[in-house]
């Protein structure tokens, strides 16, 4: 709104300076008063060209938005998973009815002893990918469900 009151301000200065100047007697303005007013239409013209061109200059873009992803775990070995740590969350005889269930169904081959392995993890990931539950893993609460389905 600034920039064209500004702009008309201009305009209309240049036609009333044009007006006079064609108005006026040919003889009443000499060689310095002409060369005068058309300095200071030259000025005014090329002060609102800069100024047209300070406000047609972009803005530097904003910084990159930076947007928070929740880190992915990774584990280091199977004894760092969720399914471990569950696993090792109940008693003895628990781990071994785990164990004992998982064999009965064919997931499992080694000893029941009771310990989280190589052997309880493969069987373990077998039987929640079977059963449509694989994603359960990802989580404590999950692994519990599985295991909770096991033994009781």
Same mark, same amino acid.
């Given at each position: 709104?600034?920039?064209?009151?500004?702009?008309?301000?201009?305009?209309?200065?240049?036609?009333?300076?044009?007006?006079?100047?064609?108005?006026?007697?040919?003889?009443?303005?000499?060689?310095?008063?002409? *060369?005068?007013?058309?300095?200071?239409?030259?000025?005014?013209?090329?002060?609102?060209?800069?100024?047209?061109?300070?406000?047609?200059?972009?803005?530097?873009?904003?910084?990159?938005?930076?947007?928070?992803?929740?880190?992915?775990?990774?584990? *280091?070995?199977?004894?760092?998973?969720?399914?471990?740590?569950?696993?090792?969350?109940?008693?003895?005889?628990?781990?071994?009815?785990?164990?004992?269930?998982?064999?009965?169904?064919?997931?499992?081959? *080694?000893?029941?002893?009771?310990?989280?392995?190589?052997?309880?993890?493969?069987?373990?990931?077998?039987?929640?990918?079977?059963?449509?539950?694989? *994603?359960?893993?990802?989580?404590?609460?999950?692994?519990?469900?599985?295991?909770?389905?096991?033994?009781?």
């Amino acid at each position: 709104m600034l920039l064209s009151l500004k702009s008309t301000a201009i305009a209309a200065t240049v036609a009333l300076s044009v007006a006079t100047l064609s108005a006026a007697p040919a003889m009443a303005w000499g060689k310095k008063e002409q *060369g005068f007013a058309a300095g200071i239409v030259t000025a005014i013209i090329i002060d609102e060209l800069i100024d047209n061109n300070r406000a047609r200059k972009v803005a530097p873009p904003p910084p990159p938005r930076i947007v928070y992803q929740e880190p992915r775990v990774t584990y *280091g070995s199977i004894y760092d998973t969720n399914a471990a740590q569950a696993f090792n969350s109940y008693s003895k005889h628990e781990r071994k009815a785990i164990q004992r269930s998982l064999r009965a169904q064919g997931y499992y081959r *080694g000893g029941v002893d009771g310990s989280f392995g190589p052997g309880t993890y493969n069987a373990v990931v077998a039987y929640a990918r079977d059963a449509g539950a694989a *994603g359960h893993l990802a989580s404590a609460g999950g692994a519990y469900a599985i295991y909770d389905g096991l033994i009781y």
